[in-house]
């Protein structure tokens, strides 16, 4: 595999950047879509869940393709076709896309670390699918062919409370250009914490302030263009606002 470059990660800017809702609403309903969910795998280079880069911790990816027209070909003959994708082989793709990140590689050098970010892992897979980035890849997804595409990597140790941490890119392409080309005409990127539990003193009655509750929170940041892994950080200001809300006055 070519080395990443920081290049091949670029997203739009933050001011050309949809929500996902809004990305989603854009495909409108699908005519055929193939989803995995939950890919298990170990990777390392994104921070763990106390800030430290380049430690080995797992890591869930799920994939969602919608496409532009039916399965015709598997429809009529029974068969897989050009028109659509086996679930098994998007599997294996997106497992492949993640040598870099294995553990056991060489740690990158210092001026080097925002290459192996959550964002940077996310940004791989999709470059490796759609054949998109500086390496121009060969791709396993055809614009062309494809109304909406979604990647979705979660670090469920990267959070102390909670489920985790994840990134989600989808993109709604539009109609095909000359020559088959098809740009995309809609991006989002949100990043999310998901289900921090956090003991609070909840309710305006006096037996309610007796002891705390767990309050259950998730925090979706869209049209997020950081570079950083900054979830922990984000974590640790939620913690903050939840249990000493007087503090931030």
């Known amino acids: 595999m070519p080395p990443l470059a920081q290049e091949d990660m670029e997203l739009p800017d933050a001011s050309t950047l949809s929500t996902l809702w809004d990305v989603r609403a854009s495909a409108g309903e699908p005519v055929a879509v193939v989803r995995v969910r939950n890919l298990q795998t170990v990777i390392q280079g994104p921070h763990d869940a106390w800030g430290r880069p380049y430690k080995p911790q797992p890591a869930l990816i799920s994939a969602e393709v919608s496409f532009a027209a039916p399965f015709d070909t598997a429809a009529t003959d029974d068969r897989l076709g050009a028109d659509t994708l086996h679930y098994g082989n998007l599997s294996k793709a997106i497992l492949a896309s993640l040598d870099d990140f294995r553990p056991g590689n060489t740690a990158p050098a210092a001026d080097s670390e925002h290459r192996l970010t959550l964002r940077n892992c996310v940004g791989t897979i999709w470059d490796h699918l759609t054949g998109t980035g500086a390496a121009q890849m060969t791709s396993l997804i055809s614009p062309a062919r494809v109304r909406f595409l979604s990647i979705t990597v979660c670090l469920p140790k990267a959070s102390l409370l909670g489920e985790g941490a994840s990134l989600t890119r989808s993109c709604v392409f539009g109609a095909a250009a000359a020559g088959g080309e ?68």
């Open 182 to 249: 098809s740009k995309s005409a809609k991006h989002a990127v949100a990043l999310s914490l998901n289900k921090l539990r956090v003991p609070t003193l909840v309710g305006v009655n006096a037996n309610e302030r007796l002891s705390k509750q767990f309050v259950v929170t998730t925090i979706a940041i869209d049209k997020c263009n950081m570079r950083e892994d900054a979830y922990a950080k984000i974590e640790d200001l939620v913690v903050k606002v939840l249990l000493f809300p007087w503090r931030l006055n």
